[in-house]
């Protein structure tokens, strides 16, 4: 099983970053409804209340919001605030390492740029 | 009221303790895992618990009442072991009948579902059913019976990767549909560490470990490099266990790492990562001497 991941990180918190991601990646619009905890839960085999309190986080985040009986709801302008809060976390997540590995292979500053220019042509 | 509490609980024979002062307190409707090696205890625990066998000393309560000779007690517990037994010529459907007089709570629904998804023939005889077929009668039981405590010991002997996620998919959405105290033995960690909320640990007849799944999650890690390096970051931590390959150390170490600590050992030039439960359980459960709280 791949998911939940044993990264210490707590499963609450991976099953909202799994979310989060389809709403980022645009595959769970605004206004639709959530996979309902149960086939989270089944989907991942993982303990329902675990799942009630991942999608629990993104309620109190304003990203999902209950409509009573009938389920969740991606919110209106979910996906602009996750966009926002993942570009800020962009620096730290993925440049710092990547300089990180970048000095420990001896790959200097201008080179990696390069490196990044060159990719970005094709 | 707790589902179960067991306070002080010993089971000996000769002598010898199968079980040795055991205590914990069982909340319900939540789902616990009941680790540990071959004859641990698990078995024995589950056995005093549902009321198949005397405890030596301590004691036990189910829904708040001794479940000895307890009917009321009993008809809420449902206990599917590894290698349950059924009258030799019973067929599925016989035992799937029998099942459902005794459960109050009993859905039928349920087992039909389960023999569908397991491809059990009803007709056919237990006798004549394979190892894994068996085990599937049993999974069908416990969670068809929906009782208030349902404990399942190493419930898929012979069950291969597809009958498993049944199990699993199928208890979690028994779980959601009616929630109930589930307890799971298993040696099967990594699969079912999702859907576990609470541990036991049981070593030599004791319980070394009492915890909430989610904590165990950061609660060890295991950290490798060069020997010396390894050595040199280790001073003062709470060490579970050492493996070398040559001038390679790894070690797994007790203790919250943090985001601190993986900092210091990704500039020490070590690697460090979060232990899971089945690497847990091993390190905790693996050596001669038996685990110690504090031992280095």
Same mark, same amino acid.
């Given at each position: 099983?791949?998911?939940?991941?044993?990264?210490? !990180?707590? %499963?609450?918190?991976? =099953? *909202? #970053?799994?979310?989060?991601?389809?709403?980022?990646?645009?595959?769970?619009?605004?206004?639709?409804?959530?996979?309902?905890?149960?086939?989270?839960?089944?989907?991942?085999?993982?303990?329902?209340?675990?799942?009630?309190?991942?999608?629990?986080?993104?309620?109190?985040?304003?990203?999902?919001?209950?409509? !009573?009986? %009938?389920?969740?709801? =991606? *919110? #209106?302008?979910?996906?602009?605030?996750?966009?926002?809060?993942?570009?800020?976390?962009?620096?730290?997540?993925?440049?710092?390492?990547?300089?990180?590995?970048?000095?420990?292979?001896?790959?200097?500053?201008?080179?990696?740029?390069?490196?990044?220019?060159?990719?970005?042509?094709? | 009221?707790?589902?179960?509490?067991?306070?002080?609980?010993?089971?000996?024979?000769?002598?010898?303790?199968?079980?040795?002062?055991?205590?914990?307190?069982?909340?319900?409707?939540?789902?616990?895992?009941?680790?540990?090696?071959?004859?641990?205890?698990?078995?024995?625990?589950?056995?005093?618990?549902?009321?198949?066998?005397?405890?030596?000393?301590?004691?036990?309560?189910?829904?708040?009442?001794?479940?000895?000779?307890?009917?009321?007690?009993?008809?809420?517990?449902?206990?599917?072991?590894?290698?349950?037994?059924?009258?030799?010529?019973?067929?599925?459907?016989?035992?799937?009948?029998?099942?459902?007089?005794?459960?109050?709570?009993?859905?039928?629904?349920?087992?039909?579902?389960?023999?569908?998804?397991?491809?059990?023939?009803?007709?056919?005889?237990?006798?004549?059913?394979?190892?894994?077929?068996?085990?599937?009668?049993?999974?069908?039981?416990?969670?068809?019976?929906?009782?208030?405590?349902?404990?399942?010991?190493?419930?898929?002997?012979?069950?291969?990767?597809?009958?498993?996620?049944?199990?699993?998919?199928?208890?979690?959405?028994?779980?959601?549909?009616?929630?109930?105290?589930?307890?799971?033995?298993?040696?099967?960690?990594?699969?079912?560490?999702?859907?576990?909320?609470?541990?036991?640990?049981?070593?030599?007849?004791?319980?070394?470990?009492?915890?909430?799944?989610?904590?165990?999650?950061?609660?060890?890690?295991?950290?490798?490099?060069?020997?010396?390096?390894?050595?040199?970051?280790?001073?003062?931590?709470?060490?579970?266990?050492?493996?070398?390959?040559?001038?390679?150390?790894?070690?797994?170490?007790?203790?919250?790492?943090?985001?601190?600590?993986?900092?210091?050992?990704?500039?020490?030039?070590?690697?460090?990562?979060?232990?899971?439960?089945?690497?847990?359980?091993?390190?905790?459960?693996?050596?001669?001497?038996?685990?110690?709280?504090?031992?280095?």
């Amino acid at each position: 099983m791949t998911f939940p991941v044993d990264d210490g !990180r707590p %499963i609450f918190q991976q =099953v *909202a #970053e799994r979310i989060e991601d389809d709403i980022v990646d645009g595959s769970l619009a605004e206004e639709a409804q959530a996979p309902s905890t149960t086939h989270f839960a089944q989907f991942y085999g993982i303990n329902p209340a675990t799942a009630a309190k991942g999608v629990n986080v993104l309620v109190d985040q304003g990203i999902l919001y209950k409509k !009573r009986g %009938i389920g969740m709801f =991606v *919110a #209106e302008g979910a996906r602009e605030k996750l966009l926002a809060r993942r570009r800020h976390q962009f620096y730290e997540q993925y440049v710092v390492p990547l300089l990180q590995e970048a000095e420990k292979l001896g790959i200097s500053g201008e080179q990696l740029a390069s490196l990044i220019t060159e990719k970005g042509r094709g | 009221m707790h589902a179960a509490e067991l306070k002080g609980l010993t089971k000996s024979y000769g002598g010898q303790h199968a079980l040795d002062g055991i205590t914990l307190k069982m909340e319900e409707n939540r789902i616990y895992g009941l680790l540990g090696r071959n004859g641990a205890g698990k078995t024995t625990l589950m056995h005093v618990l549902t009321a198949q066998l005397f405890a030596t000393s301590g004691e036990v309560k189910v829904f708040g009442s001794d479940p000895f000779e307890n009917e009321e007690a009993l008809r809420k517990i449902c206990f599917i072991k590894e290698s349950q037994k059924y009258p030799e010529n019973f067929r599925v459907c016989d035992v799937l009948a029998v099942a459902s007089s005794l459960y109050p709570r009993w859905s039928a629904e349920t087992a039909e579902q389960l023999l569908k998804e397991f491809r059990l023939p009803q007709n056919k005889r237990v006798k004549k059913l394979s190892r894994g077929m068996l085990s599937a009668v049993g999974i069908i039981v416990g969670l068809a019976s929906r009782a208030e405590l349902t404990l399942f010991d190493e419930p898929y002997l012979g069950l291969d990767a597809v009958a498993r996620e049944i199990f699993y998919r199928n208890l979690i959405q028994e779980y959601a549909e009616l929630p109930r105290t589930i307890v799971l033995s298993s040696h099967l960690i990594d699969e079912v560490s999702g859907l576990l909320e609470h541990i036991y640990l049981i070593d030599r007849g004791r319980l070394i470990l009492d915890e909430e799944a989610e904590l165990l999650r950061s609660r060890a890690y295991s950290v490798a490099g060069p020997a010396a390096k390894v050595d040199a970051f280790l001073g003062g931590r709470s060490v579970l266990g050492k493996e070398q390959l040559g001038g390679f150390l790894r070690a797994s170490v007790l203790g919250e790492l943090g985001e601190g600590g993986m900092a210091a050992a990704r500039t020490a030039g070590l690697e460090a990562a979060p232990l899971s439960l089945q690497q847990l359980v091993v390190q905790m459960t693996g050596n001669e001497a038996g685990y110690e709280e504090g031992s280095a």
